[in-house]
């Protein structure tokens, strides 16, 4: 049973542009923009933070949609297909950045200075940057602590589903990182700087939004009454969602801040795009085949960002051509990289997957 989830591309498109866009003055080192034309756009888009949760709810949410479609279908999960169709999807793209990102860094460090060690290496290599953002040098490679995640999560979540329901394992999920940051590092609660790289590993694992993506997902295959309430709060979810992007709150908080914006976007991913009366409509040609590069558009922007900021420095021009490059950029990946490996029948299901 394959379902298509309305107005995601758009969100997905919306929190990958937050986070190109967020991230031009942290990569920009000495070339960044203007700030003040910057500052025009901040109330206007996520903080790069909040932008990482909604991807991981949204990861989450699709990805066991699909698992226990097929649960449903065939009685079992076959775990080999779906690690196949995750790295069809995932490694060719990741390869490609991972590459241009190595022979770059030689190349960029005299400019900004960033550069690998070993660990960040292996981490790269190992799709577990989290751990070399944490505990190594990562270079230009640094945003790909986020697929690290993902990719852990992907490595359970089937086997677990063939043995628990779905609220057992994100009870798990809960108490297991909760409990380790309490007995860890309680500064990580409610802290996200300043940090040992122990507690900067924590902050980073936010293993928690993917399960709470998974239990939307269970929620809507289970048509359980929780979605009612859910659909109620369609509203309220929408007012804390514009508070969230309108106000600079998300270096305030630690774990608990990240879960609570992690709730609030399982709300809101259920009621766009389940919700039968729901108010919030997304859907747009152009906006869904953006949403469908997405992938690209957070893969390749920091190659964008420290490639162009050189030749326009300090002009409020990178904030356009920067987003725009990036565009054209994924686009070309999407069209001549990703989609070749992602034959009729696989595209068809995961064209909601990141």
Known sequence: MRHYFPSLNALRFYAAISIVIGHIYGYSGQFEPNRIFGMWLEPFLMSGTDAVTLFFVLSGFLITTILLNEQIENGTINVRSFYLRRARRILPLYILATVLSFAAAPILSPLYGRHYDLLGLLSTVMLSGHIGLAFGMIGLTGHFWSIGIEEWFYATIPNLLKRWRVPIIVAAVFIARYSLIL?????????????????????????????????????????????????????????????????????????????????????????????????????????????????????????????????????????????????????????????????????????NTT
């Not at 630690?254 to 992690?262: C, E, K, P, S």
């Open 183 to 351: 007995v860890t590092a309680p500064d990580a609660l409610t802290e996200r700087y300043n940090l040992s790289p122990w507690e900067d590993l924590l902050i980073f694992s936010r293993f928690d939004a993917m399960a709470l993506g998974a239990l939307a997902a269970w929620f809507f295959k289970k048509r359980h009454p929780v979605l009612k309430l859910i659909y109620k709060l369609e509203s309220l979810t929408v007012v804390l969602m514009l508070i969230l992007i309108a106000l600079p709150v998300a270096d305030m908080g630690g774990a608990l801040y990240d879960t609570v914006v992690a709730i609030i976007s399982m709300s809101l991913i259920l009621n766009v795009s389940t919700n039968p009366h729901t108010w919030v409509k997304l859907e747009h040609p152009l906006i869904n085949a953006l949403g469908q590069r997405s992938y690209g558009l957070y893969m390749l922007h920091p190659i964008v960002t420290f490639i162009l900021s050189p030749l326009f420095p300090n002009n409020v021009l990178l904030l356009v051509l920067i987003p725009l490059t990036t565009i054209a950029t994924a686009s070309l990946s999407y069209r001549y990289l990703e989609q070749p490996f992602l034959k009729p029948p696989l595209a068809e299901r995961i064209s």
